[in-house]
């Protein structure tokens, strides 16, 4: 018996069959057993790979050299990029960010044209979603910085993802079958959203919102509570602490996360796991550890993040952009986990100011201008 799919093509039914029809009689293997196995599967692909980011700026260079203001070294670069991923010494992440300035591009065959491209170079790997790379990088501070902590085995989720999950997983509700048929059902599906390309998902996936809202929102803050002569370090300390606040329900889950290392939830009344912790205790606690040098400073992407904000408020002349949310993002990201990030000049020159290098990882290499990302890519690749 195969699983009846409704509403896909001919093609997509007889690829879904398929892999459901491996996990049959399988029912030994669990969907968590299933799940690691396919994450020790990416760790060992992306094993010795150097990570090399772009930005959207350079994707586009990539699918129309002529475009670009040097098209020789960008045919150059494109060709480079092309032999080292399949050489084995670099692959090119994509991330939320990626798809979400993707999914912008018009007509729709330039963008599937980019996503191609896209696909082609990441080998389908991509960052974790937002809150799920905040939350790791929670989970670890805490871990890192606790001797207790430190003495236990806990397996932290990767940074990486496949493309397909990017927005999590998903397994509808269904109707009452055996336990052994919808294990296979669920195991399917998360082979399905495995193979899953950005190319198919920009062809099929709504286009994302717009950001208009959010600079607007920024601005008339900024309008509100003007920098009034503040420093560098003060207004990094704001944009942390305002980052962790906003994000305190993932430090409350990763607080849980850790207690589970030492506290086995049978032994523990109900009460004690559902209270919540003031809000600002956590947050208090990492942004004074990771503002005051205390222990591992950790989070590198966040400190990177809110380095990022506080460095455009010190520029009360310029105005926050729709798309600086996102370039913000693809250089947090870059900054804190890559080893090469080719983005645009102005957000290249702001890595090299000596502020945002005194709270941000340094590892990094930027460049913007295609000779100089050529170059640095070369001596990467070997």
């Known amino acids: 018996m195969t699983p009846p799919i409704a509403n896909v093509s001919e093609e997509e039914g007889r690829l879904f069959n398929e892999l459901f029809e491996r996990h049959r009689g399988q029912s030994q293997v669990s969907l968590t057993q299933h799940r690691r196995a396919k994450i020790a599967e990416m760790e060992r692909a992306l094993a010795g790979r150097k990570r090399i980011y772009l930005d959207t700026k350079y994707w586009v260079y990539l699918r129309d050299p002529d475009q670009s203001p040097d098209p020789e070294a960008i045919r150059e670069l494109k060709a480079l990029l092309y032999a080292g991923v399949a050489s084995g010494k670099i692959f090119c992440p994509l991330s939320f960010s990626t798809y979400d300035e993707l999914m912008v591009i018009m007509p729709l065959e330039r963008r599937l044209a980019t996503a191609r491209i896209m696909d082609d170079l990441s080998l389908g790997y991509s960052f974790c979603g937002p809150e799920d790379l905040y939350g790791l990088e929670i989970t670890r501070f805490f871990i ?8 236990f085995t806990y397996a932290v989720q990767p940074i990486w993802t496949r493309i397909g999950t990017l927005f999590g997983e998903g397994y509808p509700p269904r109707d009452v079958v055996p336990a052994d048929y919808e294990l296979a059902l669920d195991k399917a599906l998360l082979d399905r959203m495995w193979i899953l390309g950005i190319r198919e998902m ?3 996936m709504p286009k994302h919102r717009a950001r208009e809202h959010v600079a607007d929102q920024i601005n008339e803050e900024r309008r509100r ?7 560098f370090k ?3 300390a704001d944009e942390l602490h305002g980052l962790l606040d906003f994000n305190k329900h993932i430090i409350d889950s990763s607080l849980r996360d850790v207690a589970s290392l030492v506290l086995d939830p049978k032994d523990v009344p109900e009460s004690a796991f559902s209270a919540e912790l003031p809000a600002y205790v956590p947050v208090n606690l990492i942004r004074h550890a990771t503002t005051m040098g205390k222990g591992q400073p950790g989070i590198p992407m966040q400190r990177t993040e809110a380095a990022l904000y506080a460095s455009l408020r010190l520029d009360v002349g310029r105005p926050f952009r729709p798309n600086d949310a996102n370039d913000i993002r ?3 990201a870059a900054l804190a986990y890559c080893d ?6 102005s957000f290249q020159e702001m890595t090299t100011r000596k502020d945002i290098r005194s709270v941000a990882p340094v590892q990094c290499q930027v460049a913007w201008i295609p000779d100089e990302a050529l170059s640095l ?3 990467i690749t070997g």
């Open 144 to 151: 890192e910085n606790s001797q207790t902590m430190r003495r």
């Open 202 to 204: 920009a062809e099929k």
């Open 225 to 231: 509570y003007p920098r009034a002569g503040r420093s």
């Open 330 to 332: 693809h250089t947090a």
């Open 377 to 379: 890519l070369r001596a």
């Open 340 to 345: 090469l990030y080719l983005t645009e000049r």
């Open 234 to 236: 003060q207004l990094y």
